[in-house]
């Protein structure tokens, strides 16, 4: 497995909810991929020992932290400490691509 990728390489889609994927898994960090497509949504949840970091890089999304929602567009960074609710819904016309690192990994 190779040390470099371009994100563009893993976006997909699915009809009956957000696509995930994978990128990098270690023992302190994994990061992946959530692809929204218009009208998609992460629902509001939480990792009660986990932190996590998202980071746009297409689209724009609307991020609930804690309670407080925020539209965040390219090259934007989220994060919710652990404990922290936190999702995601894609109001607009393109697809939302996130950089997701969690850690520790799940």
């Keep these: 497995m190779s040390d470099f990728t371009h ?9 009956d909810k957000h696509y995930k994927t994978t ?15 218009p009208g998609q949504e992460q629902a509001v949840h939480d990792h009660s020992d986990q ?6 890089l297409e689209g724009e ?5 804690g309670g407080e929602e925020r539209r965040a567009d390219v090259g934007s960074v989220i994060w919710a400490l652990a404990g922290v609710p936190h999702g995601v819904r894609n109001e607009g016309a393109d697809r939302l691509t996130l ?6 990994p799940p």
């Design 7 to 15: 994100f563009s390489e893993h976006v997909g889609s699915r009809a």
């Design 61 to 65: 999304g609307v991020f609930n932290v």
């Design 51 to 56: 932190d996590k970091v998202y980071q746009v």
């Design 99 to 104: 950089l997701v690192c969690i850690a520790p």
């Design 23 to 37: 990128l990098f898994s270690g023992d302190r960090m994994m990061v992946g991929l959530n692809c929204l497509e």
